[in-house]
């Protein structure tokens, strides 16, 4: 049986040359196409075009074997059309891809990348994630991960884990390996944004201590500063300001300060630590101790706490961030 024509509208739509490379299909399809058209795509299709050929014939013919007709006829047209249908999407995306990636098309490789990881389902992630692999696919791999490691249970119970885990071990594990990585991951971001978050309130402590014991804030303030009728009204922090402003009232009247024996007082004696490690004003700070404990640390002579400075530079840094970002208080 003779090779079967099959006919691409593009011929009739561009002033184009008649064919002069005929592309054949182990199913027996001809595609006609035009040797610039393809080279002008394609780096790989002009090394192949600018082969010399074996036989004298003027035709040139190139076989692609091991992919459906109408798959191959996709690929073809889109060098003409830059299009691909969500129907051809939908039932050759995989041997699209394929395709894309061995003749080096890289705008239809981006769509058949998006296309797949738009068609991810459990069923079809394993064989998903292999292909990603073998086409150097890292976007359609990482979503493969992420379907992996939240659905493991479910892709477990499928064909082709069970398939891959019959035949080829070592990729089992590399997935395995992978999704740990992957989880590892999660948790030292959700970490890190936690820490971040921590971070962020002891800086905004700071900003507001130093706030009420420089202007004032509500009721509380410095004891040489008549509070302005202003000032008495809540600040835009007041949420953080309120707590602090408890805090002081109780460390200026607790009995079990000097003893050590009471927690809020630890709390508040901490965070003038803090403040005394982030302070760069010592001379002409109004917020109370930060000269003693600076005056204490040196005349004992001790090395700083690498914790506290680690901390203190980190709660500096969340002060920074969050005066770029937040609106200035009021």
């Not at 561009?14 to 002008?40: M, N």
């Not at 003409?80 to 995306?93: D, F, K, L």
Request: with cysteine; aromatic share 6%.
């Amino acid at each position: 049986m003779g090779a079967q024509m099959i006919p691409i509208g593009y011929h009739t739509t561009q002033f184009l040359h008649e064919p002069d490379v005929f592309i054949h299909t182990s199913g027996g399809t001809r595609i006609p196409a035009h040797s610039t058209i393809l080279a002008s795509v394609s780096p790989v299709w002009k090394n192949i075009i600018d082969r010399p050929c074996k036989h004298r014939s003027s035709e040139r013919v190139i076989q692609i074997n091991g992919v459906p007709c109408n798959a191959v006829t996709a690929f073809v047209t889109f060098h003409y059309t830059s299009r691909c249908s969500e129907e051809e999407m939908e039932e050759y995306g995989m041997h699209l891809l394929t395709l894309s990636h061995v003749y080096m098309v890289p705008q239809l490789k981006q769509m058949c990348i998006k296309g797949l990881t738009q068609r991810l389902t459990v069923e079809n992630v394993v064989d998903m994630f292999q292909l990603a692999r073998l086409c150097d696919a890292p976007d359609l791999r990482l979503n493969c991960m992420k379907l992996l490691t939240n659905h493991f249970k479910a892709v477990e119970k499928t064909e082709g884990w069970k398939f891959l885990n019959r035949n080829d071990p070592w990729l089992e594990l590399e997935i395995l390996r992978l999704m740990d990585e992957h989880q590892t991951r999660k948790e030292n971001s959700r970490r890190q944004r936690k820490e971040q978050g921590l971070y962020m309130e002891l800086g905004e402590a700071m900003e507001c201590l130093e706030h009420i014991c420089t202007e004032g804030c509500t009721d509380v303030g410095p004891c040489h500063v008549e509070i302005k009728k202003e000032k008495m009204k809540p600040c835009t922090k007041f949420s953080t300001c309120q707590g602090l402003q408890l805090l002081i009232r109780h460390f200026a009247t607790c009995k079990r300060r000097i003893s050590g024996r009471c927690l809020r007082c630890k709390r508040m004696w901490q965070l003038f630590k803090l403040h005394s490690y982030i302070c760069q004003q010592t001379d002409s700070c109004k917020v109370p101790l930060c000269r003693q404990i600076q005056y204490k640390m040196q005349q004992e002579k001790r090395k700083d706490d690498p914790r506290w400075k680690v901390l203190a530079k980190k709660v500096a840094s969340a002060k920074v961030i969050s005066s770029l970002t937040l609106p200035k208080r009021k």
